[in-house]
């Protein structure tokens, strides 16, 4: 299992992506991970000597975060996010991670990676940590904002093989975001999609309002990008917003401080629910190998844990049963 | 200022909507209600003399929540709802407002009520309370799923006009819903839309994400109204379930109650804040008239929130600024 790691994207790069891929390196023996980046940036960071499941691939330039991305992946064919999709091209790595340019990372996907047999446009997919810590899987969230109704089919199609690989979920449950549950609700695109997804052989439980998302009451979320990345955003900007206000109603006084010490540990697993570092990165699905994009303010942990995730979506080979079952199709 | 109440609409009627609206009839005078249903199960609950200020308008005919709405409002003329639409077209009064089917209600705001001239799609329009309190109105928020731009630029005059006359704001800040602030970040719609409000007199300060919202960076934001949707019950669902999810945690131990106990008051004002029945109904934007839609589970703190929201628009004297302003453009 070898993850190409753009060591230059993101906050906090390339210090806090080193550490955390070292980190995961010592974890997992069985992975192989190819720092991306300038070395001479990259080699500092590195103490006593390169652990034997770790190197280092000189790559010189950067594609900063508001660059074009169309633009900045054609044009700089030595950034380290275009070296890291290259050799995911070449077969020189299973998969590829980067916190960096997320518009550049789904051009890279699409463009250097390349599309997967059959598949129209890649979808970004993302685990929603929801109440009973199942998750659901929402997709997509933005890599394709105006799709068409077989679009969403194959991106049920790609979520529902992932679930069931990586997270070992039987007959996954298939949910289309829509504005009411009922059949006919919706806008022309999920009219059509709704009744492709019925007569498809998907376990498909129909419309599923966003509101009810974090209940747990599907385990794969259809969605064009549009809509997808409006309703995540929604979701994180509220939950940030309630955390900090909450946050303020427990500094306010020493008596509400009391309070906030006897809460911490009950509160501290809410948290660790919202926070985006324990939940890996979103996944390019539908590309010839994994691609993975960490938060643009990934830290140690975060990188740490989407090599996690993408050692897990190796181990169950999820890739070839996209490739078999979508070419079957 | 004549307001009808369709007084058999929403889980808690007639009961609750009779109550709020003699609350609302007792607190401002200057109002008349007409409750709109069946006589014989609204007089059981009134105690005394009708106030001065209300009466009784019989309809015999019930739309349910689950009924298909084009076809109950053309079918169910006797209906509450469509009753008080009709007063509200034969200038019999001057609002209407509804807990009832909401889709029912959109149907009887453009088919009974009408369509203000120069208006191609009405939109439902909500307040959505900000950290800072001074809210935000979005619209679309569903009256219409696949718009065109030209009918966002009209959602952002209609909304600019209500926030200028009814809320005070002084050239209201107009930003765009999309998936990130840059100018050419989008679908189809909001890049066409984006062109068009820019060229507008409308104050448009550009895109705005899903998960600045609640910052209050914008005062009217615009928005298809299926992705509009979307957001909300997004909003709506995730604040509900970290409040749920918070009351437990308060709920767990005698240490935790103590806890709850302290932070009871510093928490109050927070849930006020994001609490539907504090901040009125939505309202339909672009109809001959104020048409209010409460929240389903309205009880009389909500109804009369919403009867206090429709006096203030038409003390405002808002529908006649609207056609005006949009009759010359």
């Known amino acids: ?146 799709a068409k109704p077989e679009q969403l089919v194959q991106y049920a199609q790609l979520g529902s093989i992932y679930r069931s690989k990586v997270d070992g979920l039987s007959n996954p449950r298939v949910g289309l975001l829509n504005v009411g549950t009922e059949e006919r609700k919706g806008n022309e695109l999920t009219k059509a999609a709704y009744d492709l997804l019925e007569a498809s052989s998907l376990n498909f439980i129909g419309n599923v309002e966003s509101r009810d998302v974090l209940d747990h009451n599907c385990d794969v979320l259809v969605c064009d990008g549009f809509a997808g990345n409006i309703m995540l955003k929604a979701i994180e900007g509220t939950a940030s917003s309630i955390m900090k206000t909450l946050k303020e109603a427990f500094n306010r006084s020493l008596l509400t401080k009391l309070a906030g010490a006897i809460m911490i540990s009950g509160l501290r697993s809410f948290r660790k629910t919202m926070d985006y570092k324990e939940h890996g990165g979103a996944l390019l699905l539908g590309v010839n190998g994994v691609v993975v994009k960490g938060h643009g303010s990934s830290d140690a942990v975060a990188i740490r844990n989407a090599i996690r995730q993408t050692r897990n979506a190796l181990i169950s080979n999820v890739t070839t049963s996209m490739a078999n079952e979508i070419s079957r199709k």
């Open 1 to 146: 299992m070898r993850i190409a790691i753009d060591a230059m994207g993101g906050d906090h790069a390339p210090n806090l992506i080193v550490k955390g891929a070292l980190d995961a390196a010592a974890q997992w023996p069985d992975i192989q991970l190819i720092l991306v980046g300038d070395s001479a940036a990259i080699e500092p960071l590195i103490q006593g000597n390169l652990p034997s499941n770790v190197k280092i691939e000189h790559a010189e330039e950067i594609i900063g975060p508001d660059e074009e991305p169309v633009k900045a992946v054609r044009r700089k064919k030595r950034s380290s996010m275009v070296v890291a999709g290259q050799l995911v091209r070449e077969g020189q790595a299973d998969a590829m991670i980067s916190a960096g340019n997320t518009g550049a990372l789904m051009t890279t996907g699409l463009l250097v990676v390349g599309r997967m047999e059959g598949i129209e446009r890649p979808a970004l997919a993302q685990l929603i940590p929801t109440k009973n810590g199942v998750n659901v899987m929402a997709l997509d969230l933005g890599a394709n904002m105006d």
